[in-house]
């Protein structure tokens, strides 16, 4: 068995600008990878992210340094000993997934869900700015019933109470990306609490959380960049609530899987998310999702334009994807 292997660097426009605490893009930048064999293909996407010290060039690189492994017929599990966890692995991995379902003529669904999968509500993510346009953009998103609040600059109890009271039916997660620090957390935290929001991503910058060990947790704290694979989890126990759960960070759907099912066992709740990418990124996602607590895959609702066969999105429901997509 010979397998033969392709990467493509490509650029879809984001719908205006999606801004976070890191900064503000108007493109997302996505790798992805084909993996075929005896004319048939498997497609996998990865979105490169710099906070993790990845590139376009560098996931390309790890993706060709492997290249002999993926032509030998590499499985998925010798795939996690032979590449280390982040975006290049995750696109390798998919592709295999999807390579395995169109050789075998069995959905993907199959071996990764115990039932079929099913639609699920994800959050919609509201782009840090001022109050004021972060309420504008939660009021034209009211109807939906999770809104993801990006936060991390000055002000940001301003802004929670802003979108709060432009979308007063909606269910509020906060996300901060690392940009809280130790003189404002409580009082941002309080915040939360006072307008109901349901769940806090990630603080604190990853390596200096140590202070929510002691201080009260009047809203569940998630864990994001403190968390990329099963092996990350025991240092988070005492310090976070949930985990969020990222296919770009564990490496792929097996390692995903295997940090979703050893969270659970440690109690962490479970959150399903993504970085900015297309429907090909999203599609293994919803089937890791399946039974999530909190579910973020809207990736390509932030989008000009999606791929081609990409996922059912009505209204904040996403569908699994068709065989035309991934799977």
């Known amino acids: ?29 996505v790798v992805r990878c084909t993996v075929s064999e005896n004319g048939v293909s498997g ?8 906070r993790y010290g990845e590139s376009e060039d560098s996931v390309v690189g790890q993706i ?30 998919c592709a295999l997934w999807d390579l395995e379902a169109k050789l075998s003529g069995k959905r993907a669904s199959t071996a990764a869900c ?18 004021e346009e972060m309420a504008a953009q939660a009021r034209a998103h009211a109807t939906r019933p999770l809104l993801k609040v990006k936060l991390g600059g000055k002000n940001d109890a301003a802004r929670i109470h ?27 935290m309080l915040a939360a609490a006072e307008f ?28 994001d960049e403190s968390v990329h694979t099963a092996q990350s989890l025991p240092e988070l126990a005492g310090l976070y609530d949930f985990v969020n759960i990222k296919l770009d960070k564990t490496g792929g ?43 973020d895959l809207d990736g390509p609702l932030l989008l000009a334009k999606d791929r081609a066969h990409g996922l059912s999105y009505s209204g904040s ?5 068709s065989p035309q997509l991934w799977g």
Not at 2 to 29: C, H, M
Not at 69 to 91: C, Y
Not at 177 to 183: I, L, P, R, S
């Open 196 to 223: 109901h929001v349901a769940l806090i991503e990630q603080p604190l910058p990853a390596g200096k959380d140590e202070i929510l060990r002691e201080i009260p947790h009047p809203v569940p704290i998630c864990a």
């Open 317 to 321: 429901l996403v569908s699994p994807p």
């Open 253 to 295: 759907l097996t390692a995903a899987m295997e940090l979703r099912d050893r969270a659970r066992e440690m109690g962490f709740g479970v959150m399903v998310g993504c970085m900015v990418g297309t429907s090909l990124a999203m599609a293994p996602a919803v089937l890791l999702a399946q039974g999530a607590d909190y579910v």
């Open 114 to 131: 115990p039932i079929p999968p099913r639609p699920l509500q994800t959050a919609y993510t509201i782009s840090l700015a001022e109050p």
């Open 43 to 50: 497609h996998g996407e990865c979105v490169p992210y710099p």
């Open 162 to 188: 802003a979108v709060a009271g432009a979308a007063p039916d909606s269910r509020l997660i906060v996300d901060a990306n690392e940009g809280w620090t130790e003189e404002n957390i409580r009082e941002n």
């Open 1 to 29: 068995m010979t397998r033969e292997l392709a990467t493509d660097i490509e650029g879809f426009p984001i719908a205006g600008v999606f801004t976070i605490s890191r900064g503000s893009r108007t493109e997302a930048r």
């Open 64 to 93: 060709e340094a492997a290249r002999q492994e993926i032509a030998n017929g590499i499985s998925r599990a010798d795939l996690i000993a032979a590449m280390p966890a982040g975006a290049a692995r995750n696109a390798v991995d």
